[in-house]
């Protein structure tokens, strides 16, 4: 079945709309980072974040771990963050495990903010 | 500093040949990860290095791929007897020990004709 479920896949937003990108994840996680994938394929870190809240500048991320979930939140949107919004996260299959951070990627979603 | 660098940065290759995809993490990151992206499969893990071993290797998607790390730090990802479905962007990522933040290189695009 599915373990990392990013919503929504697609998302379309005029310059300096505000809006939020979710990440459901199946089991206990021990890693979640959010990227942002630019035009040439380079990845972006944004946030390690497995819990609690963080901010830089216009973005924000919230992950509540205990319900599987982390949204990551976009406020004034601009033409330079459109791109592919990856959640990835380090499961730990029924809370045990080894940990030593093999990431499993959602779908992605693709932002694209029109001027 | 100086981030995660691969080279080549793009390789086309013949069908049956065999190609070598190299990676230098950032000084002094001793966890190591490959991953590969492609239109079907999205970003899939290939293979960990914590320093010079490789604890987890269940990604590699055949014995056509090996990869090696020597001295704690370059890693080179050797695919044999290239096929079509080998093309892909071949990522590699590095973090100050397993489980923390990783870093991502710019990739190599690799296409086989």
């Known amino acids: 079945g599915i373990q990392v479920e990013q919503s929504p896949p697609d998302l379309i937003l005029q310059e300096g709309a505000n809006s939020t990108l979710r990440c459901n994840f199946s089991?206990?996680?021990?890693?979640l980072q959010w990227f942002h994938q630019n035009p040439w394929g380079q990845l972006i870190n944004l946030f390690y974040i497995p819990s609690g809240t963080k901010q830089n500048g216009r973005l924000s991320a919230t992950t509540v771990a205990t319900e599987r979930y982390s949204l990551l939140y976009i406020s004034s949107s601009q033409t330079t963050d459109s791109g592919v919004y990856f959640c990835a996260v380090e499961l730990l299959r029924g809370g045990r495990g080894t940990s030593y951070g093999k990431l499993t990627f959602g779908q992605g979603t693709i932002l694209t903010v029109h001027p | 500093g100086a981030g995660v660098s691969q080279s080549p940065s793009n390789k086309v290759t013949e069908k049956g040949k065999d190609v070598e995809l190299r990676c230098d993490p950032i000084?002094?990151?001793?966890?190591l990860y490959w991953y590969r992206q492609s239109l079907g499969q999205g970003l899939e893990f290939l293979i960990y290095f914590q320093g010079n071993s490789a604890p987890d290797k269940s990604g590699l998607p055949s014995d056509r791929f090996s990869a090696e790390r020597t001295g704690g730090s370059v890693s080179t990802l050797t695919i044999q007897r290239t096929q079509q479905e080998d093309s892909a962007v071949y990522l590699c990522?590095?973090?100050?020990?397993?489980?923390?933040?990783?870093?991502f290189g710019p990739g190599t695009r690799l296409t086989v004709t």
């Open positions: 990522a590095s973090s100050y020990r397993g489980a923390y933040e990783q870093y």
């Open positions: 089991d206990s996680v021990n890693n």
């Open positions: 000084s002094g990151h001793t966890a």
